[in-house]
Every structure is written in C-alpha cells, then in structure tokens.
C-alpha cells in the first residue's frame, strides 16, 4: 500500500482547524424538508463551495434543478487513471423533539470522545473526512493518484426529488468509474465492516373523513363514524396477527437472499439479545420465519410513521374526529419495484375503507429500489484492503436497513456500481435526539480516506 506517512503529518498538524471548520458546518441548521431553514441550506451549500475552491478543486459550483443544489467540483490532473466519483449529502434531518435534546442541535458540544449535532453522523463527518483526505493529498503532494469528482447532495432527507435531473443534465461532467459513497456506515463499535446493500423504500400518506368538521361527541355520538378510530382499524388490517404483512401483491418480485448473504449474516455472530437491549425493546414483533439479519437487511417492511386525528392538547375534548391522517413508509427488498408496492398499498386501503368514510392518498410514486454492489466489484476490494490495513482485520459485509437513494439513481443514470466508505456506525442516534460522532472515527476515517485514494487508483 502506498507510503503516506508526510500526509498522515499533514493531517495531525491541522487536525483541530479541520475539527474547527467541521462544527462551522454543523452549525448550519440544513434541513432540507422544511422551507423554515432555508437560509441554513443555503449557508451550508455555499460554505461547500468555498472550501472546494479553497482546497484547489476546479468546476465549482453548485448544480441545480429546482429544487435545493448540489455542490460539485473536480481534480483531473491524472489522465489514464480511474475517475471515482465521490458522494455525500450536506442536508439533515429535523432536530425535533428539541425537549430531549441535551444542548442545542446545532451547536456541536463536545462530551468525551463524542460530540453532539444534528447532522455529526449522517452525513456531515463523514462528507467532511473524505474532502479533508482530498485536501491533504492536494496540501502536499500538489495532485491526486487519481481523477476525484464531488458530488454533495442537498435533497437526500427528503427524497432527494431533483437528484435524477441532476444526473441527467449533468451527465458528462459526472461520469467516473465508480460511486464512492461517504454516506452510509459501520455495523458496530469495534466490528470492522463495509455496507454492500441497502433497502429501498416508497411513501404514502393517507387520509380519512368521517365528516365535515369535527362533531360533539354527545351531541353526534353513535349514528357518526370517528375518523381516528376508522383510521386504527384500517390501518390494523395492512399486517395479520403475526405481523405478516398482509397487502396482495406486496412481495411481488422479491428476490430470496442468497448463500453470500446468508453468510454474511452467519460471520457476524450476532447478539440478538444484546440488540434488543441497547435499544429498550422486547423481541416477539417479528414476523415469524425470518432471520433478524434477513429482516434488518433484506426484508421488506410496511411502518405506519406517524398518526394525526382528533383533540392532542392538555385535558379532556369531548369531539368526534372528523380527519384522521398517517404517514406510511416501505422499505422494499431486492427486485420490488416501488410504483407496484405502493399501489398495493393504496389498494389494499381503499378496498378495506369503510362505506361511511372518505379515504384520500397521496404518495411517491416513484420511490427508490434497493442496491446491492456485484460481490466481486474491484473497488470493493480497494475498500476492503483498505480497512483492513487501517484497522487490522479483514471487514465483513453487512447491508444497511436504512435507504441511500443514490445507488440505484446514479446506476440508472450513469451507469456506475457504489461502494462506500463511511465512518459513521449504526449507534449513533441518527435521525433522532443526541445525535453524535465519535473523535476515533474522524481520525480513522481520515487515515482509511488517505490510504483509499492510491487505492483506487491503482483498479484497472
């Protein structure tokens, strides 16, 4: 592996300037979902920007399609080696509930070896290390192994809507190699490992009516139906008594897991207990036949997100609702299509709506499929050996639950396979209060990013 011992200096002699410009980033409040922080996404976009120019990337500039930017810019200055194409997203999730926080979630606080933001984990650290890695490289050797194109996205909380015109109209300043993603993450604290799958997902949101308003439950009790409970028991009727879920047509084109992911699953030796515990629930909601691992990975989900109906302030109303409403998400497994399982679902729900009530639904019709990386892809083992020399052992394979849009966008679009090399790991309060990032992993993510660029360099 190439000798990089003058940029690992370079990196622990401006290690808290770059810790420094990372809480800088955390502070701006980039939720794209939400039009109140708009000048948060503009603050964080432009704030990429500046330092992709700083650190000598050219091209810079920010890639619109009506909806919030992506930043891009590019180094290549090595023709004949491979191009890699790096990912990451400048966008976070909402910071509510902000009562549970334990300081302000955009004010990165320091508490040990972790500190506190929204956005630490997902995917403010590490986007940061990867453009760090290229900085250094760029600080003292004046060039790169390799050509390096970086792409940070500003919609991927919020379905990343734009991303697909993006690739489209962009296509030539985008192509590469590869998709190198530092969005992502490890399995556990202490258990090397690097994502190969991710799950897809389509959205829903449904709602019922009962009545023009709503009524006095004394008054209307009885002859009219109450929307929050007409809702409930639609709702009920998505799963079967063990969980199963029950919509005709939902598996359709789910692929069965293979020996490889079985595998996987085996060489984790995983503590099913251990992981009911760190998160305070019980086992026994599982639908039954299915490995944890299968059903964590591979198998595809049907969750009711959020309810809205009736009277939610202090005390007692005594009201008919007459609107109810949910928020549903799938996360789909290999070979479903997100269209097909969405409209499953909206027909399932319109064929079990009650004759008095009046269902509305809207949703994403076209959603994102799961991505699974060819088990032999070169670049996978790049990141393999990579990890390995940083850390001491060989990493396992492991899927990731969660969705990353823009596998499957940028294999469409351009063609290319992703790999990813994320140092956020899987207990770090993602999407919800606390979130947090550890020091170890932004010193290791920098080492493992150092060290990955001559590696894929040297893929042919």
Request: glycine letters at 10%; hydrophobic letters at 40%; a negative charge.
């Amino acid at each position: 592996m190439t000798d990089v011992t003058d940029i690992d200096a370079w990196i622990n002699s401006h290690r808290q300037r770059l810790l420094d410009e990372l809480f800088d980033f955390l502070r701006c409040p980039s939720v794209s979902t939400d039009p109140a922080y708009a000048a948060g996404m503009t603050r964080a976009a432009g704030l990429l920007r500046d330092r992709f120019a700083r650190i000598g990337l050219t091209d810079v500039q920010l890639l619109q399609a009506g909806g919030h930017p992506s930043v891009f810019g590019q180094w290549t200055g090595a023709p004949g080696a491979p191009t890699i194409l790096v990912y990451g997203h400048y966008d976070v999730q909402p910071p509510d509930p902000l009562e549970k926080w334990d300081s302000p979630p955009f004010e990165p606080t320091l508490r040990g070896d972790r500190y506190f933001a929204r956005g630490a984990s997902d995917d403010k650290s590490p986007s940061w290390i990867a453009i760090s890695a290229i900085e250094a490289w760029l600080a003292v050797r004046g060039s790169l192994p390799l050509n390096v194109k970086l792409l940070l996205e500003g919609e991927e909380e919020s379905g990343s809507r734009t991303l697909p015109r993006i690739l489209a109209e962009h296509a030539d300043l985008l192509k590469a190699d590869v998709l190198v993603s530092a969005d992502g993450g490890r399995w556990r604290p202490g258990v090397q490992s690097v994502n190969t799958n991710s799950r897809g997902i389509c959205a829903l949101e449904v709602t019922l009516r009962t009545a023009a308003h709503d009524l006095h439950s004394g008054r209307f009790g009885g002859p009219v139906g109450n929307a929050a409970m007409a809702l409930a028991r639609l709702l009920a009727t998505l799963h079967d008594g063990e969980n199963r879920i029950a919509v005709p047509g939902f598996f359709d084109g789910l692929r069965r897991p293979g020996n490889a992911d079985y595998a996987s699953m085996d060489a984790l030796a995983f503590d099913e207990s251990a992981f009911f515990a760190e998160i305070g629930a019980r086992p026994g909601a599982m639908e039954p036949g299915v490995r944890l691992l299968e059903s964590l990975w591979l198998r595809p989900t049907l969750e009711v997100n959020g309810i809205t109906a009736g009277y939610q302030g202090e005390g007692t109303k005594t009201v008919i609702p007459a609107l109810a409403s949910a928020k549903i998400t799938c996360r789909l497994g290999p070979g479903q299509d997100p269209a097909r399982v969405a409209d499953a679902v909206a027909a399932h729900l319109r064929a079990h709506c009650p004759a008095w009530a009046d269902l509305e639904i809207d949703g994403e019709r076209e959603g994102t499929t799961a991505y699974a990386v060819p088990e032999d892809d070169r670049f996978l083992a790049a990141v393999e050996r990579v990890v390995e020399a940083v850390h001491g052992r060989r990493p396992l394979r492991v899927g990731i639950g969660g969705t990353l849009p823009i596998s499957s966008m940028v294999k469409s679009a351009l063609g290319l396979e992703t790999v990813m090399l994320s140092y956020a790991i899987a207990d770090e309060n993602i999407h919800a209060p606390n979130e947090f990032f550890r020091l170890s992993s932004f010193d290791d993510g920098l080492r493992a990013w150092t060290r990955a660029l001559p590696e894929f360099a040297a893929v042919r």
